[in-house]
């Protein structure tokens, strides 16, 4: 399975990074810097998967999570925050938002892998209930 996955991060090293660890299983990788061309990406259909960084120039990871939960509910693919914040109760307040899981930076690469494969493991759950 090809996984189709939009990183939405400001940062261009740690955009280099996710998208080099995406690449590297053989995964397609959309790139967007800021909510406005995250919309845009998301324009042309949703991917498998969505990075999206709570600090962005622009509107914020957190207002836009809410947005997209708000407008796509369930048909939203797995949302998952990446974030320098990492202090207690930031999990709960990201995934209250709309993410569905949470990812503190900086993080090690099997953590990185651990939470795509926690999400793609949902998502084959919902493929079997359908």
Known sequence: ????????EDNPLNMELM???????GWEVSKAFDVEEAKEVLRH???????LDIQLPGQDGL????????????ALPP??????HAMKGDEEKMLAAGFDYYL???????????VIELALNDINKDVGKA
Request: hydrophobic fraction near 50%; avoid cysteine.
């Open 79 to 84: 949302l998952i925050a990446i974030t320098a």
């Open 45 to 51: 259909g949703f991917p498998d998967l969505i990075f």
């Open 104 to 114: 503190a930076k900086p993080f090690e690469f099997a953590e990185f892998y651990r």
């Open 1 to 8: 399975m090809k996984l189709r996955v939009l990183v939405v």
């Open 63 to 74: 207002s836009y999570a809410t947005q997209l939960r708000r407008e796509h509910g369930e």
């Open 19 to 25: 998208e080099e660890l995406l690449l590297a299983k």
